[in-house]
């Protein structure tokens, strides 16, 4: 199974709402880093975390990580219809011998206007 | 310029058709990888290299091979394709092994 696993699957919001979406992943990591998909697209990279910070901002987007809870949430305030598309947790392991980043299987995100 | 590029951008060949998907990068990372994305699913790791001598396995390496010609390139071989192959292709690069990936637009390659 995935080490990273986002929820919700979908979301629907009205523009103007906040979106949440949730990250689990499953042992120890060095990192979490949040990606956006639009639609067909290549990812690009929103924001990294590393597993001793707790809250981190960027513009619209804040990140939480619970390294207790092994989870992550991402908040999108004041969502606008350009945020429409599939968002990707992924997990940088503190296993050495896994030396590259393993993606959840995303949430998608619909921002109606 | 974009960064990371990826040609075709898209394909559509045979069963049993030999293709190669080139990839291209002008960030200087010595770190590159392939991915796999099928229709509602994340990404899986197919082989990633550190540098040009060091290729590893990701989690689904079966019917694929690559090859790093280069610092900058990255080319990955699907040596008899075969219709549960049809996904979508994409490239990346990073600076660490754990760190922010920069990923090509993508390649769509339909095997029928």
């Known amino acids: 199974s995935q080490q990273g696993e986002e929820d919700p699957q979908a979301l629907s919001i009205q523009e103007g709402e906040n979106a949440t979406m949730n990250c689990s992943y499953k042992t120890s990591i060095n990192n979490l880093q949040w990606y956006r998909q639009n639609s067909g697209r290549g990812l690009v990279h929103l924001i990294l975390i590393r597993s001793n910070e707790r809250e981190k901002h960027s513009g619209r987007l804040r990140v939480t990580l619970d390294t207790s809870k092994k989870s992550s949430s991402l908040l999108i305030t004041a969502s606008r219809a350009a945020d429409t598309a599939s968002y990707f947790c992924a997990t940088g392991l503190m296993d050495t011998g896994r030396r590259a980043l393993t993606f959840g299987s995303g949430t998608r995100l619909q921002v109606q206007p | 310029d974009a960064d990371v590029t990826q040609t075709p951008r898209n394909r559509i060949t045979k069963t049993g058709k030999r293709i190669m998907l080139e990839c291209s990068q002008t960030k200087g990372h010595d770190r590159m990888y392939w991915y796999r994305q099928d229709p509602g699913l994340g990404l899986r790791l197919i082989y990633y290299?550190?540098?040009?001598?060091?290729?590893n396995k990701g989690e689904i390496s079966d019917g694929y091979s690559v090859s790093r010609q280069a610092q900058a390139k990255f080319s990955l071989s699907l040596e008899s394709a075969i219709p549960n192959q049809t996904a979508l292709y994409f490239c990346?690069?990073?600076?660490?092994?754990?760190?922010?990936?920069?990923f090509g637009p993508g390649t769509r390659l339909t095997v029928l």
């Open positions: 990346a690069t990073s600076g660490t092994g754990v760190g922010t990936q920069y």
């Open positions: 290299s550190f540098d040009v001598k060091d290729i």
